[in-house]
Every structure is written in C-alpha cells, then in structure tokens.
C-alpha cells in the first residue's frame, strides 16, 4: 500500500514537471515567433522606406536635369540676335585658324565651305587674338544652318558660342572692316593680309622694322616686294622688354615656312651678347 502510494506520487510529479517544461517550451517559442516576426516587419518596412527614397531621389534628379535642359535650351533661344547673313564665334582657343572655321561649315553643309565670303580674327589693341572670328556667308539661311551646327560644339577644349551679327541690310565690306585690324589691310592693293602675315614676338626692345628685314632677307626670306607696310612695328605692353612686329609675305606657304624656321629659336643681340627667345605665329 505504501509502495502504490509512492509510486503515484513520483507518477504526479512527473507529470507536472512535464507540463511545466512543455508550457516553458511554448512560451519561449511564442516569444522567438514574435521576434522572428518583429525583425521581418521592421526589415521589410526599412526595405520599402529604402526603395521609396531611392525612387524620389532619382525622379528629383530626372526633373532637375529636364529642367536644366529647358532652361539651357531657352537661354539659347533668347540670345540668338536679329537673323542676318554675319556669324561671330566666340570662345575660339588661341590656337584657332582659319582651316577650323571653314572645317565647321564643311560639316555644317552638305556642299562644303563655299557658303563663306570671308572670316576675320578679331584683335585686341596689342594685336592678341581675342577669341572671337566674324564670318560673313552668302545668305541669312546658310547663316541660320552655321549657328544651329556650330553653336555649343566644342573645339580645342573650348565651347563654341555662335550667334548673328550685324542685320539683314549690313553691308559685307563696312561689317568686315569694323572688325578687321587696319595693320591687315594692305596699303598698296586694300587687300588682306590674313593668313600670308606673321607675327614677331620676342626682339630685343629697340629693333626697328629695318633690322628685322635685314635679318630675314640675311636668311632667305623675303616679305611682299614694294609695299611699305610689309614690316610694321607693333604695339605692347607699357614696359614690355620685347618688340614685337608684324611681316607680310606673298603667300600663305611662305608665312608658315617663316614660323617653322624662326619659333622657338634664340636672336642674338651681338652689342650685349644677349640671346632672345623668339615666338612666331601667322595671323588671320
């Protein structure tokens, strides 16, 4: 009898303390359930938030960029002046020619560059390119085709700005001339120099155009026979320890062969035994 009673008791215990551990059990499962579920919810909802402002931020980026180019586009369209048959360029590097400006309107018409009359360099008081190339065409129409091509288009590292000169009643010779330096212009013939003159930079600060014809004639070259503006003196800089000139030669070929032989080469003045460094450079 007390061997039966034992028995159930330890049976009672057991049973309690399985049902303890069981509940024990549960509850823990409960609660790494409800973690389990806390984390997922707050990772999808950081996921969805994440996503969100990634859309936003690139539909703000999208609609600051159109509105960029709207912008960009209408300031283009305001600044275009009164249609004419004249172009000016603008923000030409200083190593530009003339061959870059008709290389544009190459591309810029389908029969090449016979729309241009004429383009002129502008210059500044001390005879420095300024940038800045005045081309005038046969009508207002291969005008229009020039800008719409040129206009942004990058050259030498710069961008272009192309826009109208002058007006539709302009005419070719005065528009030209306004922008065209007087030393271009030929005295004998009111013809221009532009592309057959180089420019001297670097003589000592007392040469004369006398003894810089003297020293080209000593080397075999020879500027235009019988004008008297084949050398001129230019102007510089107040105090500038340079002279610099400009020489006119009969062609292109000949002004071109004059800068690959004298660039970058050293004039010794023999009175002080002093050597200058001379820089050449043909002018349009």
Not at 17 to 44: E, G, N, P, V
Not at 98 to 121: H, M, N, P, S, W
Not at 171 to 182: E, P, T
Request: with cysteine.
């Amino acid at each position: 009898m007390m061997a039966s009673t034992t028995t159930t008791a330890r049976q009672l215990v057991a049973r309690v303390f399985t049902a303890r551990q069981t509940t024990c059990l549960s509850s823990i499962a409960t609660k790494t359930c409800q973690r389990a579920s806390f984390h997922t919810t707050q990772h999808m909802l950081n996921s969805t938030s994440s996503t969100t402002e990634k859309k936003n931020f690139a539909e703000n980026m999208s609609k600051q960029f159109i509105g960029h180019v709207k912008k960009q586009r209408s300031n283009q369209t305001k600044t275009f002046a009164e249609p004419s048959r004249f172009v000016v360029i603008d923000s030409l590097p200083p190593t530009a020619t003339k061959e870059d400006v008709y290389k544009l309107a190459r591309e810029a018409f389908v029969d090449g560059d016979k729309q241009i009359i004429e383009a002129v360099f502008c210059r500044n008081h001390e005879f420095n390119f300024t940038g800045r190339c005045i081309v005038s065409l046969s009508t207002a129409e291969d005008a229009r085709r020039l800008i719409e091509y040129g206009h942004r288009r990058v050259l030498g590292g710069n961008t272009l700005k192309v826009n109208y000169t002058g007006n539709a009643k302009s005419d070719v010779s005065s528009v030209m001339s306004q922008h065209r330096r007087s030393e271009m212009t030929s005295l004998t013939d009111n013809t221009s120099a532009s592309g057959r003159a180089v420019i001297v930079t670097g003589l000592p600060p007392r040469t004369q155009p006398e003894h810089l014809l003297g020293y080209l004639r000593s080397r075999n070259f020879f500027p235009v026979e019988g004008a008297p503006d084949n050398v001129l003196h230019l102007k510089t800089k107040e105090q500038s320890t340079v002279a610099k000139f400009l020489v006119k030669f009969d062609s292109e070929s000949e002004a071109w062969r004059c800068v690959r032989t004298f660039h970058n080469t050293d004039f010794l003045l023999k009175s002080r035994q002093e050597n200058y460094r001379l820089q050449l450079s043909v002018a349009y």
